[in-house]
């Protein structure tokens, strides 16, 4: 290599302002000199000719070194590798026909460079950024390590371009409806309800902490009783819990606020929202409107509040069916108040007992005691009663219980066909709903009944305002208690707080809860009423919600609004697994940073600032 071709100088970049994009050159480039700049994404030597694509954050484009053409340029290319920064000048050929590659943007055309410069050289990545349908995966760890060379990846550059435009959608959406983007603290004071704070000690207030905001709540309640009216933020929220795939101690909510609204009126528009975000960001037009069903219907037909539309099997409720049956653990159960339901798994009455026991054991792990079941097996061919497969051989341990008349209005009840599969549990209605629940999901992932492409969205509405806590011995807000009661059902916050209905909702998209938000309390006498139920007495009350109690008495107007999980939104939009891949610098589930090594000790003097140490002269 030349002095001139392989040094990074600040002279040389000067012949080097960049004309395009990697990705963007076509045909109509063709026969233009061009400054181009990236990473080198893959070299190839052939023969004498030497490729290299080059990637910039637009895509990859080819350059082709010809020694016959520029042996300088040729020369400075042999010394190339994977990753090096390079510039690279020149012109715009087309591809010769048989090496065109469809699956490239710009594979119809390459660059022919006459100068190429050296900007920075690289270690060998130890993460593949160009990858390929035989490169080895890369774990996690290593991933998370070196994130800046895994976000090199394209996969991982769409992802966080995706955010982006999903982002510049929303914002565009709400500011077209009258909102304001209005920020909310990150310091703020620790509340009861919800998950466990991150708390930040205040060095000027010794012995005192903010903790950081789980969600601006009560801002953006606040922000209503201003005047604003409508409200939104694309705003960081913290919580100090266990993490999952789709779950961070930092995470982004887009959250919305609007006042004089009602239920529908906050449905509407944020279905509005999504489907224009949908549209923009991937081109893609939702079903609308999107379906409703309430959370009571939603727990009995699915054992979920979050329910996966794109798999079919609704629960068979057959309480009334088996009560005094001859099965004893069906009728005990029926006997103390529990529930007998089904689920009918198409095609699967081929399974072996081993797989059964197996399914068995799965229900275990979720609160059954065990798992009944019938295999409705196709009668032999020219065999049978007359109506063809109306009786289909069952095979079941449980069949002796019933006689042939019961097995019938069973088999009738279920809509089994032949070769179904109709699995039982018997309990208590919240086993039931957590076992049957999993279980039919297990059962559509192993009989590949999930429809992958689809994107199947659900509201659920009324739930319960409040649920127990078998731990705390008291009545909790489900969601918080903030949120707005069903008209009629404040008499009942005294007698019966289980049968209370919130105005509350969730959007959920394919089995994943996307957001959810309510209408909200606008009154302060129901809002005491609400902390009396919850057994927060009025000092404890005035104490840490006192501000917003004091707001409630100047004029406050009937108010609702939302929050979605921006991350989880990208996610399933991205076809991700989890939020981590669509998060530029996550945490790990034991909220470690393996890049920066947080969270990390600090030095004694800075705890002693904080009052959190004894001070050196102690």
């Not at 030597?45 to 010809?66: E, K, M, P, T, Y």
């Amino acid at each position: 290599m030349t002095h001139d071709q392989t040094q990074p100088r600040d002279q040389a970049r000067q012949g080097f302002d960049r004309t395009s994009g990697c990705g963007g050159l076509t045909t109509k480039d063709v026969g233009r000199e061009v400054s181009l700049a990236g990473w080198v994404h893959r070299r190839r030597d052939h023969g004498g000719l030497i490729f290299i694509d080059l990637r910039d954050r637009s895509g990859l484009v080819q350059l082709v070194f010809n020694p016959a053409k520029n042996p300088e340029a040729h020369r400075a290319a042999d010394g190339l590798r994977s990753e090096f920064v390079v510039a690279a000048r020149g012109k715009v050929i087309l591809r010769d026909p048989a090496q065109v590659n469809p699956k490239l943007p710009t594979g119809e055309v390459e660059v022919l460079p006459s100068v190429v410069e050296v900007l920075n050289e690289s270690l060998t990545p130890p993460i593949y950024v160009a990858e390929t349908a035989d490169t080895p995966p890369v774990d996690e760890p290593t991933r998370l390590h070196y994130r800046y060379l895994d976000l090199r990846r394209p996969r991982m550059q769409r992802n966080i371009s995706l955010r982006h435009q999903v982002t510049m959608a929303v914002r565009t959406f709400l500011d077209r409806h009258g909102f304001l983007e209005i920020e909310t603290p990150m310091l703020t004071r620790s509340t009861p309800e919800g998950a466990r704070d991150y708390l930040v000690p205040s060095r000027v207030n010794p012995g005192r902490f903010y903790a950081l905001p789980q969600s601006p709540q009560l801002f953006k309640q606040l922000l209503m009783v201003s005047g604003f009216e409508r409200y939104f933020q694309v705003v960081r929220c913290f919580r100090d819990e266990d993490l999952r795939a789709d779950r961070q101690p930092e995470f982004t909510q887009i959250d919305v606020e609007m006042s004089f609204v009602e239920q529908e009126d906050v449905l509407r528009l944020m279905e509005d929202l999504v489907a224009e975000v949908y549209e923009k960001a991937l081109g893609r037009r939702l079903t609308r409107p999107f379906p409703r069903m309430t959370w009571h219907q939603a727990m009995a037909d699915y054992g979920s509040d979050k329910p996966d539309l794109r798999l079919g099997m609704k629960f068979v409720d057959l309480t009334e069916a088996v009560r005094g049956s001859g099965f004893r653990v069906f009728a005990e159960a029926v006997a103390a108040g529990g529930q007998v339901k089904a689920v009918v798994a198409p095609g699967a009455a081929s399974f072996s007992r081993k797989d059964i026991d197996g399914l068995g054991e799965f229900v275990k792990t979720h609160g059954a005691k065990g798992l009944a079941w019938m295999a409705f097996e196709a009668a032999p061919a020219g065999g049978g009663p007359a109506g063809g497969d109306q009786l289909a051989e069952v095979r079941s341990p449980i069949a002796k219980f019933f006689p042939p008349e019961a097995l019938a209005d069973l088999r009738a009840r279920l809509g089994a066909g032949p070769g179904d599969l109709a699995l039982f549990v018997a309990d208590q209605p919240a086993v039931v709903a957590a076992a049957l629940g999993a279980l039919r999901l297990e059962l559509g992932r192993r009989l590949d009944l999930i429809d992958r492409t689809a994107d199947r969205f659900l509201w659920v509405t009324d739930f319960p305002m409040f649920e127990f806590s078998q731990e705390e011995d008291r009545w909790v807000a489900m969601h918080h208690p903030f949120t707005a009661i069903r008209d009629g059902d404040l008499p009942l916050l005294k007698s019966d707080p289980g049968a209370v209905r919130a105005k509350a909702y969730d959007l959920v998209q394919n089995g994943v809860e996307l957001g959810g938000g309510s209408i909200r309390i606008h009154r302060r006498d129901v809002q005491e009423r609400v902390f009396d139920a919850l057994g927060l007495t009025p000092e404890e009350a005035r104490e840490k919600f006192g501000f917003l109690l004091e707001a409630f008495e100047y004029g406050t107007p009937p108010h609702g609004g939302i929050a979605f999980g921006l991350d989880r939104m990208v996610m399933l939009m991205a076809g991700a697994e989890t939020i981590r891949d669509v998060i530029a610098f996550p945490k790990t589930t034991s909220a470690s940073d393996l890049l920066t090594g947080a969270p990390s000790t600090v030095s004694p003097r800075q705890l002693a600032e904080l009052g959190l140490a004894p001070s050196r002269s102690e």
